[in-house]
């Protein structure tokens, strides 16, 4: 009798469950049509905790201040002409001593420091902007600006949505695809070719767009033990990762832009000049 007081038990509580969610599958049908609801509920990211959505608030925040400080750095070079030694020196200096200070500075000592680093990687962009810019124009560096920050949302915001931890994995395949780019990079430093920059730049493109949705998720399971434990997550280390992210990103879009541009211009140019050749010799014939 006890056994199949437990079997009804469970069998009233599966139809229960069964009715629950046939009813919110209807309400999420009759809200927008799929599945993921009607769109207020999709920005209000349900599945996450208040403390991990304030912090998500911090860490996007922070990414846009450095990005603020990096247009800032790309600026002064154009203008100012930093050398490109002291240029190395700041970038990677601020970098190593972030990375073996990290734990023992403050927050507001990190935020100092990642805004240091974030203005040298910016002057470090420069000539690559100034020369997209003579190829084309000013709007060339904007469109990707656009296509970066696009790019950059549509795969943060897929991994904020989707089930949690169900990226993680990528961790050991971009890690190992980082290493054959390097290696890539030294034979092709050594026996230059074109394959192996198309390699270096369309494999780049694809290895940092995958390490987007890594890092997005990696930052809220980091967040969320920090939270179990009692503890206050590092705003400024994981604005950090999204930074290199996107420098990253922006850096091999405005490559691949300026080169589809530049070979427009020589096919362009070529078809003048040999409309003028046909000009040239028609009015010398005639």
Known sequence: KYRERERAAQVCSDKARMAEYRRGGGARQSDGGDGFGNLEALLKFSALAEPMRMHLVAVYTMLSILLLSATVGCVANIYFRIPNMLLFLGSSGSLFYFMFNSSSMSESNKRSMMLVFAAFSGASLAPL??????????????????????????????????RRRSYLFLGAWLSSGVSCLFWLGLLGAMFPNRLHFGLQLYGGLLL????????TQLIVEKAELCFQ???????????????????????????????????????????????????????YEY
């Open 129 to 162: 902007v100034e020369m997209a810019a003579a190829i084309a124009s000013e709007w060339l560096v904007l469109a990707a600006l656009s296509c970066t920050v696009l790019i950059f949302a549509c795969f943060s915001l897929s991994a904020l949505l989707a």
């Open 208 to 215: 940092y767009s995958g390490f987007v949705v890594y890092d």
């Open 229 to 283: 434990a009692g503890m206050k997550p590092s705003v400024v280390d994981d604005a950090m990762k999204l930074f290199t992210d996107f420098i990253a990103l922006f850096r091999r879009i405005l490559i691949i832009m300026a080169r589809n541009q530049q070979r427009k211009n020589e096919h362009q140019r070529r078809s003048n000049s040999y409309k003028r050749a046909d000009q040239c010799s028609t009015a």
